[in-house]
């Protein structure tokens, strides 16, 4: 079966940390751009950050720019965002995602999306 599966997401406090995880499976990790958007209630969709072996990137979003750092183990084919210095703009549902490629993950052409992951960041 194809798909992606997050954990991680929690309730933490601003200034806090989290590491969410997506574990992928059933397809080929590494040549997909993988990575993560949100939504916030009442918000528009969000993109977070991705990673793409293929094309050799990695993408922040302005808002979360050295705060954030993604990553793959592709032994594990599991993709992690370290999320540093949360603040309350941060919280919302984190879905992970994997476009064909980087272009198609900007656009938010998924291919593959998961069910999500709450974060929530009290002040």
């Known amino acids: 079966e194809v798909q992606v599966v997050e954990s991680g997401g929690g309730l933490v406090q601003a200034g806090g940390s989290l590491r969410l995880s997506c574990a992928a499976s059933?397809?080929?990790?590494?040549?997909?751009?993988i990575g993560w958007y949100r939504q916030a209630p009442g918000k528009e969709r969000e993109r977070v950050s991705f990673?793409?072996?293929?094309?050799?990137?990695?993408y922040y979003e302005d808002s979360v720019k050295g705060r954030f750092t993604i990553s793959s183990d592709t032994a594990k084919n599991t993709v992690y965002l370290q999320m540093n210095s949360l603040n309350v703009e941060d919280t919302g549902v984190y879905y992970c995602?994997?476009?064909?490629?980087?272009?198609?993950?900007?656009?938010?052409?998924?291919?593959?999306w998961g069910q999500g992951t709450l974060v929530t960041v009290s002040s």
């Open positions: 990673i793409s072996s293929s094309d050799d990137i990695t």
């Open positions: 059933g397809f080929t990790f590494d040549e997909y751009a």
């Open positions: 995602a994997a476009a064909h490629d980087a272009i198609a993950w900007l656009g938010q052409y998924f291919d593959i």
